[in-house]
T-cell receptor, first 113, second 111 residues
Framework: DGGITQSPKYLFRKEGQNVTLSCEQNLNHDAMYWYRQDPGQGLRLIYYSQIVNDFQKGDIAEGYSVSREKKESFPLTVTSAQKNPTAFYLCASSIGAGTYEQYFGPGTRLTVT | AQTVTQSQPEMSVQEAETVTLSCTYDTSENNYYLFWYKQPPSRQMILVIR??????QNATENRFSVNFQKAAKSFSLKISDSQLGDTAMYFC????????FGEGTQLTVNP
């Protein structure tokens, strides 16, 4: 089945540690995105990538880093510089970077204590 | 920059009835798309319906339809014959140069 996978569903880390969230898609989509969702709020864009080996900062990129070495994969690293990392993280992809709809993975709930 | 406003944080409806969720947006762009996404308790974001700004005809998907008023920058979602499985957070989203979400409306369908 085609789709977007994110693992794990729940992730726990100690403060000061970097953590990497995985996102894989087999939809052959060029564009991929990372969003953060806090309780009772909408989604905020962290990073996006329109093509392999290229990515752009979104609205809240500070404390995060990404890579796009393969079309299928767009991992997000939450670094120790992110002041408030506990949140729900959603990965999405779209055919291209234009006005195409985005399809979302199931999300990862990250808790940092 | 574009903004999306959903003025109803919570709504409820009785099963089998009709409910309308409101959304307004602000943009200077002329070519854009609008979407409604549904996020049930599982937290999976599911695309419900899309509307191209250049189309005057309102989009419809089974029990879901939109009322798109371009001049007023309004994009409401109507759910007919509400079902218990429609209980979810609903997000309005604007897609121009990037996708911008509203803050969501929590819809509860009561039996």
């Amino acid at each position: 089945d085609g789709g977007i996978t994110q693992s794990p569903k729940y992730l726990f880390r100690k403060e000061g540690q970097n953590v990497t969230l995985s996102c894989e898609q087999n939809l052959n989509h060029d564009a991929m995105y990372w969003y953060r969702q806090d309780p009772g709020q909408g989604l905020r864009l962290i990073y996006y990538s329109q093509i392999v080996n290229d990515f752009q900062k979104g609205d809240i990129a500070e404390g995060y880093s990404v890579s796009r070495e393969k079309k299928e994969s767009f991992p997000l690293t939450v670094t120790s510089a992110q002041k408030n990392p506990t949140a729900f993280y959603l990965c999405a992809s779209s055919i291209g970077a234009g006005t195409y709809e985005q399809y979302f993975g199931p999300g990862t709930r990250l808790t940092v204590t | 920059a574009q903004t999306v406003t959903q003025s109803q944080p919570e709504m409820s409806v009785q099963e089998a009835e009709t409910v309308t969720l409101s959304c307004t947006y602000d943009t200077s762009e002329n070519n854009y798309y609008l979407f409604w996404y549904k996020q049930p308790p599982s937290r999976q974001m599911i695309l419900v319906i899309r509307q191209e700004a250049y189309k005057q005809q309102n989009a419809t998907e089974n029990r879901f339809s939109v009322n798109f008023q371009k001049a007023a920058k309004s994009f409401s979602l109507k759910i007919s014959d509400s079902q218990l499985g429609d209980t979810a957070m609903y997000f309005c989203a604007f897609r121009g140069s990037r996708l911008t979400f509203g803050e969501g409306t929590q819809l509860t369908v009561n039996p």
